[in-house]
């Protein structure tokens, strides 16, 4: 991307949508009512409403480096609960991606400086499932294990806070780990059984 393009393919972008309709960005410019909140990579190779086919409104998107859910972050923490309580989304998507730098960054013996205490947290997910990772031979799938592992343990993450318990108790909210493939761009559903967790951590993270 050229910085020098960048207004020039804005005013093109503005004159396609006015195309397809004349009052589009009065439109866009009312209340979102997205159903989606979306936690996804700060990759530049994934973008949340392209892969989605979602349109402006649609979505709301928050991420960062292999999309992590910590419980001290408080960037994440305030799109959650904006999300939720006052957006009333009806779904959390968690989407990590294959080839996911992060991740592999966790997986190196090396000091990255301000990175280390984030990515000690993608560490503290390979230290819990290692066993299963250790017996892995071939590094690439042990990434890409590890990157629905990590997807997996931020949904947990998610069902721990008291935004998520108290929505889902008062309107069913549900959470979803999703992994994007860079290599066919599909979509991955990885199917997390949301009510077995939910039911597994409440004695110790259950919050009224």
């Not at 959650?80 to 013996?109: E, F, P, R």
Request: charged share 30%; aromatic share 8%.
């Amino acid at each position: 991307m050229n910085l020098d393009t960048v207004f020039d393919n804005n005013e093109k972008w503005i004159a396609e949508k006015l195309k397809t309709s004349s009052d589009y960005f009065e439109q866009l410019a009312k209340d979102q009512s997205p159903e989606l909140l979306y936690i996804g990579c700060s990759d530049s190779r994934v973008t949340a409403e392209e892969v989605m086919g979602a349109k402006p409104g649609e979505v709301f998107v928050h991420r960062n480096i292999a999309n992590m859910v910590i419980s001290i972050d408080l960037n994440v923490l305030s799109v959650l609960k904006y999300a939720v309580d006052y957006l009333k989304v009806k779904h959390i998507i968690v989407c990590g991606h294959y080839a996911c730098g992060g991740v592999k960054a966790a997986m190196q013996s090396k000091d990255l400086g301000v990175l280390n205490p984030w990515l000690r947290n993608i560490r503290d997910v390979y230290r819990l499932h290692k066993e299963e990772l250790n017996a892995i031979e071939d590094e690439t799938k042990k990434y890409d294990r590890l990157v629905e592992l990590n997807v997996k343990e931020q949904c947990v993450n998610l069902i721990k806070t008291a935004v998520v318990q108290k929505a889902y108790r008062d309107h069913g909210l549900k959470v979803h780990g999703w992994i994007f493939d860079v290599h066919t761009g599909k979509l991955i559903d990885l199917k997390i059984d949301f009510e077995g967790y939910l039911k597994n951590i409440m004695e110790i993270y259950h919050l009224d």
